[in-house]
């Protein structure tokens, strides 16, 4: 009894002993590895982003085209023959349309759309924070792949000006993503409420369309502080209801925040991203200024119609290579990759009959019409 107990103990301390080494290598790989974590997390965040993502993924990266729409992918067609001219494996595509809708034969002119829609989305408020959710909801949906290693974000009235190629090579070799970024002086959208999460120096403006590197769609999709701030303070301003009476006064002394003109480019400051930054958009609004008092809205994006989509105007807006920001004073000369490029590769508002023109026009290329016939357009 007494042999056995001994014998026991002798195996029990044996055993003892084997998992202290196994303990003790267990403890030394976590160390390692967590060295190693702490060490990619570094260097994540000072170099760029992209090689580190890459490093992880092997074959044609590709570039995810986001589309942000009420219902239907409207310019669908127009998309469908600039994806015709690209390469499959070039690209993916997902849609954020409202719940429960589905794009198919019925609700797509082009297959390449068919049951892209996501199957999370939500009931998205224009100018409100569900719109940004609704990016995060796309960013994290083309996440998903590893291949996908560029992110654009598009509207329903977006057109391309390029064809897929030019496309795609313009916005692969920049190793930065564009986000349309300046300082936002006069007007009274941010509420000091925000601070300290979000300090009004790094308070940003820009155009919600923005094309991103993988890191940075992960930083968004990451994010839970920033978004809630937005939730609660980024909010627009209702428009004077009669009805509602004297709690008009206090709703027209609200700050009139558009969650989705800041959310990004605040966020990507706030991060210390904004060196890897093109502070710029790749997508090309044309501007109406003039402000009457009773549409208080101020400057507002003009809808392009067949009849001012023209070669000559598409030509102009291919020609611009720099844009001015008045509130830094500073000339953003445009570039991918430190090579001097046309500023805009997309353009918004187009409407149908102006898309069909960018169509008849070639401007993305030559186009098999046969594919094209037989569709109501
Ligand atoms: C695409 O467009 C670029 C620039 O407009 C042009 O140089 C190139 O030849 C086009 N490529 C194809 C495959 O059409
Ligand atoms: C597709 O991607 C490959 C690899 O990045 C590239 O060489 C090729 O030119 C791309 N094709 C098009 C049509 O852009
Ligand atoms: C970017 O430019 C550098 C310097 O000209 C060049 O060596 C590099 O290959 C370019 N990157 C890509 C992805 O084309
Ligand atoms: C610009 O806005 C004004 C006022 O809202 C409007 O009357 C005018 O038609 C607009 N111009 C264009 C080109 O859309």
């Not at 892209?116 to 989305?121: D, F, H, I, T």
């Not at 979000?198 to 991103?212: A, D, F, M, Y």
């Not at 710029?280 to 501007?287: E, G």
């Not at 809205?297 to 008045?326: L, Q």
């Amino acid at each position: 009894m007494a042999a056995r107990i001994v014998k026991r103990r002798h195996v029990s301390s044996r055993l003892s002993c084997k998992l202290f080494i196994l303990f003790s290598v267990f403890v030394f790989c976590v160390v390692v590895l967590v060295t190693a974590a702490l060490f990619t997390l570094h260097s994540n965040s000072t170099k760029p982003s992209i090689r580190v993502s890459q490093a992880f993924y092997h074959g044609p990266p590709k570039i995810a085209f986001l589309f942000l729409v009420r219902r239907n992918v409207p310019l669908d067609f127009l998309w469908g023959a600039f994806f015709q001219n690209g390469d499959v494996s070039n690209f993916s595509i997902y849609v954020h349309s409202a719940p429960g809708f589905v794009l198919d034969e019925s609700t797509s002119r082009s297959h390449f759309f068919y049951g892209r829609q996501l199957s999370n989305s939500i009931q998205v408020l224009w100018g409100e924070s569900s719109m940004i959710q609704a990016e995060r909801l796309l960013l994290s949906a083309a996440l998903e792949d590893p291949a996908n290693q560029r992110f654009v974000l598009l509207s329903d009235s977006c057109v391309p000006l390029y064809n897929f190629s030019y496309v795609y090579n313009y916005i692969m070799v920049s190793p930065r993503s564009f986000v349309d970024s300046f300082l936002d002086a006069k007007e009274g959208r941010y509420n000091p409420k925000m601070s300290p999460k979000i300090p009004r120096e790094k308070w940003r403006k820009g155009s919600q369309w923005v094309t991103l590197v993988r890191n940075h769609a992960e930083v968004i999709v990451d994010d839970e502080v920033i978004f809630s701030v937005f939730k609660r303070y980024c909010k627009r301003r209702p428009p004077i209801d009669i009805r509602k009476g004297k709690l008009n006064l206090k709703l027209q002394k609200q700050h009139n925040c558009i969650p989705d003109e800041h959310y990004v480019q605040t966020l990507l400051a706030l991060h210390g991203l904004e060196g890897e930054l093109e502070r710029r958009t790749v997508t090309y609004t044309l501007w109406n200024q003039s402000t009457t008092k009773t549409d208080n809205k101020g400057w507002h994006p003009i809808t392009f119609s067949y009849a001012n989509a023209g070669p000559r105007k598409i030509k102009e807006i291919k020609d611009i290579s720099h844009v001015y920001y008045e509130t830094e004073y500073r000339t953003e000369w445009c570039h991918s990759n430190s090579t001097s490029v046309p500023c805009f590769l997309f353009a918004r508002k187009f409407s149908r009959g102006a898309a069909m023109r960018l169509l008849s026009d070639e401007v993305i290329g030559h186009i098999e019409l046969s594919a094209l016939l037989g569709n109501d357009l």
